[in-house]
């Protein structure tokens, strides 16, 4: 279900825009959806009214619980949707929560669990909305990163009219919506354009092209350094960093050229590099770089002016990688 067409049910009923924005905002703060909480039970029209039991029960169905699994650095959440699909959330800590945009994922990233299986379906933007909406029955949540299962680009309608609706009825800040990607040139000419504009999360993985392609085999094939200036530009717009992603895979891009490849694309940008030790997954055979060797790449950086932070993990890879709930739980099926 996309919001889009949400809103369209609401008119169909008779509601104004003044009823579209009372209900959305209940839903989104879990308040009783009749209204009573902003405005007289006889708020809305009655056509409205008599439909919204049905509508309650339609959208607490868009996202359930199947089962929690606490990290060190969050809790994963396998979210059964509608038609069986499962996805991934994450609460992060901070009141963090990295939602998923995709069931599967077309990037096909080597490392990750989500992409070896290929797209399975998009997510509507109200199931997008409904994993917000679910984590807030657990605790606050005030920054939601789109790090989990799919590429955002891969489905913007529905991943841009979530980051409206949440930076606006959601109440949560515009900087704290981070939309994720490996770089897509659509991102850049819609985003700038929007409402709500949200942060931007780069994943990068490397400076050398060549290796990137193998990373990452079906991202749009996009030079780093034009990934980086087109970043740039949109930082100077909204005022906020970029955030490059780099999953640290030892042996494959933790050397000396990647941190001179570093220092030459991010000297002077508006950016935060983020290098994310790659947890193993078991059948990959990437590794895991020491702890210690990266600390030092990350000392390093920080020395020649590039603003570096290691991370044991970012959303998507709370225990390994997203996907592997997933994979686990034995639901994989092909639509
Ligand atoms: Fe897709 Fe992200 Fe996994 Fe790459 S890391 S395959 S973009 S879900």
């Given at each position: 279900?996309?919001?889009?067409?949400?809103?369209?049910?609401?008119?169909?009923?008779?509601?104004?825009?003044?009823?579209?924005?009372?209900?959305?905002?209940?839903?989104?703060?879990?308040?009783?959806?009749?209204?009573?909480?902003?405005?007289?039970?006889?708020?809305?029209p009655l056509a409205l009214r008599q439909a919204l039991p049905d509508l309650a029960l339609e959208l607490e169905g868009l996202a359930r619980l199947r089962s929690e699994h606490p990290g060190e650095d969050g809790s994963r959440l396998l979210i059964g949707l509608a038609d069986g699909q499962t996805v991934e959330s994450v609460l992060l800590p901070k009141g963090g929560l990295c939602v998923s945009t995709q069931v599967g994922c077309a990037v096909g990233c080597v490392f990750?669990?989500?992409?070896?299986?290929?797209?399975?379906?998009?997510?509507?933007?109200?199931?997008?909305?409904a994993q917000v909406v679910l984590a807030r029955s657990r605790r606050p949540v005030s920054k939601v990163v789109f790090m989990g299962m799919g590429e955002p680009a891969h489905n913007m309608d529905?991943?841009?009219?979530?980051?409206?609706?949440?930076?606006?009825e959601g109440a949560i800040g515009h900087k704290n919506l981070v939309f994720s990607t490996v770089g897509d040139r659509r991102v850049f000419e819609?985003?700038?354009?929007?409402?709500?504009?949200?942060?931007?999360?780069?994943?990068?993985?490397?400076?050398?092209?060549?290796?990137?392609?193998?990373?990452?085999?079906?991202?749009?094939?996009?030079?780093?350094?034009?990934?980086?200036?087109?970043?740039?530009?949109?930082?100077?717009?909204?005022?906020?960093?970029?955030?490059?992603?780099?999953?640290?895979l030892a042996?494959?891009?933790?050397?000396?050229?990647?941190?001179?490849?570093?220092?030459?694309?991010?000297?002077?940008k508006y950016a935060v590099l983020n290098l994310i030790p790659y947890n193993r997954i078991e059948g990959l055979e990437f590794r895991r770089p020491d702890w210690e060797q990266?600390?030092?790449?990350?000392?390093?950086?920080?020395?020649?002016?590039?603003?570096?932070?290691?991370?044991?993990?970012?959303?998507?890879?709370?225990?390994?990688?997203?996907g592997q709930l997933r994979a686990r739980s034995g639901v994989l099926r092909s639509t």
């Open positions: 279900m996309r919001i889009e067409h949400l809103r369209q049910r609401l008119r169909a009923l008779g509601a104004k825009a003044c009823h579209e924005q009372v209900l959305l905002r209940s839903w989104l703060q879990r308040l009783p959806l009749d209204g009573s909480a902003h405005r007289s039970e006889q708020f809305f990750c669990m989500t992409g070896r299986d290929g797209l399975l379906r998009q997510l509507g933007s109200a199931e997008i909305i529905n991943v841009l009219e979530a980051i409206e609706l949440l930076g606006t819609r985003l700038p354009r929007g409402v709500v504009k949200p942060a931007l999360a780069l994943s990068l993985h490397t400076t050398n092209s060549e290796l990137r392609r193998r990373l990452l085999p079906k991202a749009p094939p996009m030079e780093p350094a034009e990934l980086v200036d087109l970043a740039e530009d949109y930082a100077r717009h909204t005022g906020y960093p970029i955030q490059y992603q780099w999953t640290l042996g494959i891009n933790d050397g000396e050229d990647e941190l001179e490849g570093v220092v030459r694309l991010l000297t002077g990266a600390a030092e790449m990350a000392r390093r950086l920080h020395r020649r002016g590039i603003l570096t932070k290691l991370r044991h993990s970012a959303g998507q890879d709370v225990e390994g990688g997203c």
